[in-house]
């Protein structure tokens, strides 16, 4: 559309128009804005909710597991024959090790040269008939074969269960090397020097399967004693294992050796393990070297370690505690309102970051939903747990609550007595954190340990304030900010549309004045001729 100027008026039409349009904007504006607090407000409770989300992690990675409060530290008189290491104790352990045999792997060699030359040429180049399907067996952990059933009814039976590789014709010895020590239970070797493989199982240890496989049905035509079973599944002439010089296991040949289980006497008792690291009564030991003289250790808590548990819990705690109280008690200035596009352009930029501080407080002021919540974990905290004997209150590991009421209830520690109680039971302080209610019913109850409490109090707010708020990527028709950002963005639209149409409407009338003013130039003019 083409708008006519102010020519025959002398008046600058669109300095005209743009004052009307800005009083006829205000009421857009304050959509504008209102839309913007509530953007505000909404960020608002969604950084809240991290802060909450935060803190609910933490407290289930570290005070609400016992792994957290298990840690200890192991002294032992010969840090180079063994190591210890606790997993799952939660007391104290002492033991002594001597007459350390150490486990060692079974092992295959070729027991001649080879003719591979190539370890990266196809195989049908030395003679193998490819595709054939290989077989190999070794020893798992505990000592045992892989097994399965075959067959059903009467005709079921227990077969052993070999790792199998199909070669085929693009085949070459380093790719079935790669494919063999990926995915079986052994490691292959070639030395292209003197040209000839060896082969080591992974696990160590000696096979407990023994002969009494076959009596139970168990079947593989070979050597049960064996920890390393090699076969092949082809017609003719060409085996893969014939061509590495490999005899047909580990213990029929000259060319191989015997896995071994390590062997040693712990705390006076005899016992054997497949492997140089096992656990006995929740500690993890490991045999580095045989040994002839007596190794002893012992194990304390760390109580450094669980105090730095409890002391991240604490500043985490009081952080959020910090952060609800600031929010909920800013300052509201209602003369601040959002600043619209226009009024951002008649000011500088540190005059805009000035405003917006002010226009943001105050979007959280007295929330209800976030008050309770200091409320609920105050109590959660303070209020002892029932049935637990000694240890069952935070000011018993000397953690309480600040002098300054002011601070809105953070914890303090009392260092010393923290330490004294972690060395005393430190598994009594997990109880304290995590023992479970009961009535397991999803109520906070004073059964309930203080972990679990304030899970279930931050979990009910985060809750509350995701249907408020939502969370990133939720539909706006799924929280209650939401749906009110689409009904401004509805009404904002309808509006645009009767700006649009109001700002036309203006142009026209100021179009039709000047035409009418030129009419009346011309007739002017021409009355003024006509006189003259």
């Keep these: 559309m083409v708008r006519v100027s102010g020519l025959a008026s002398g008046m600058d039409i669109d300095e005209l128009v743009k004052s009307m349009m800005q009083a006829a904007r205000v009421p857009m504006d304050k959509l504008t804005q209102k839309k913007t607090y509530s953007e505000w407000q909404r960020d608002d409770y969604r950084s809240m909710n991290t802060a909450l989300l935060e803190l609910d992690t933490l407290i289930r990675d570290g005070v609400g597991m016992q792994k957290s409060f298990i840690k200890k530290i192991v002294t032992i008189s010969d840090p180079d024959a063994i190591s210890v290491k606790n997993i799952n104790s939660t007391s104290d352990f002492s033991g002594r090790v001597e007459g350390v045999v150490l486990a060692s792997a079974a092992t295959m060699r070729s027991k001649a040269t080879t003719s591979i030359t190539d370890p990266n040429a196809l195989l049908s180049t030395y003679g193998l008939t490819v595709p054939q399907e290989i ?49 079986s239970g ?21 096979v407990v399967d023994g002969k009494l496989g076959v009596t139970e049905g168990v079947e593989m035509g070979t050597n049960y004693d064996a920890e390393i079973i090699l076969g092949s599944n082809v017609n003719g002439t060409g085996n893969f294992f014939d061509i590495l010089k490999m005899d047909a296991n580990n213990i029929d ?18 016992i054997t393990r497949s492997s140089n690291t096992f656990i006995i009564n929740g500690a993890e030991i490991t045999l ?21 548990t409890v002391t991240k819990f604490v500043t985490k705690y009081n952080e959020v505690i910090a952060k609800i109280k600031d929010k909920t008690g800013e300052s509201k200035y209602r003369s601040f309102t959002p600043l619209t ?15 917006e501080e002010k226009a943001k407080s105050g979007t959280l002021k007295n929330d209800s939903t976030l008050k309770s919540l200091l409320t609920t974990m105050r109590s959660s905290l303070y209020t002892s747990v029932s049935g637990l004997n000694g240890t069952d209150s935070l000011s018993k590991l000397g953690i309480t ?61 985060m ?23 689409n009904s401004l963005e509805t009404r904002i639209s ?23 003013i030129q009419r009346a130039n011309s007739q002017s003019a021409s009355l003024s001729q006509y006189f003259s």
Excluded: C, H
């Design 253 to 270: 040949t000259t060319y191989g050796t015997k896995g071994q289980n390590a062997k040693l006497v712990y705390n006076g008792l005899e």
């Design 288 to 308: 580095k070297k045989a040994t002839t003289e007596p190794v002893t250790f012992s194990s304390t808590a760390d109580v450094d370690a669980i105090l730095d």
């Design 341 to 355: 596009a226009e009024q951002k352009k008649a000011m500088t930029e540190d005059e805009v970051k000035l405003w």
């Design 494 to 516: 309808a509006f645009e549309v009767k700006l649009t149409k109001l700002e036309t409407r203006y142009y026209n009338q100021f179009t039709a004045m000047e035409k009418a």
């Design 186 to 206: 052994v490691t292959v070797f070639f030395d292209q020097k003197s040209k000839q493989f060896s082969i080591t199982a992974k696990n160590t240890g000696d």
């Design 401 to 461: 609550t600040t002098s300054n009421y002011l601070d809105g209830g953070k914890l303090t520690i009392d260092e010393e007595k923290l330490r004294a109680a972690i060395s005393e039971d430190p598994n009594a302080i997990y109880n304290l954190f995590m023992k479970e209610d009961s009535k397991k019913d999803g109520s906070v109850t004073g059964e309930m340990g203080l972990a679990r409490r304030l899970r279930a109090n931050l979990k009910a707010s």
């Design 463 to 485: 809750a509350t304030i995701t249907e408020q708020a939502g969370k990133a990527g939720s539909l706006n028709t799924n929280f209650t900010i939401g749906k009110s950002l």
């Design 135 to 183: 077989t190999i067996l070794a020893v798992n952990k505990d000592g045992t074969f892989d097994k399965e059933k075959t067959g059903s009814g009467e005709s079921e039976k227990t077969v052993l269960k070999p790792y199998k590789l199909t070669i085929g014709t693009d085949d070459t010895i380093n790719s079935v090397i790669e494919k063999i020590n990926a995915n």
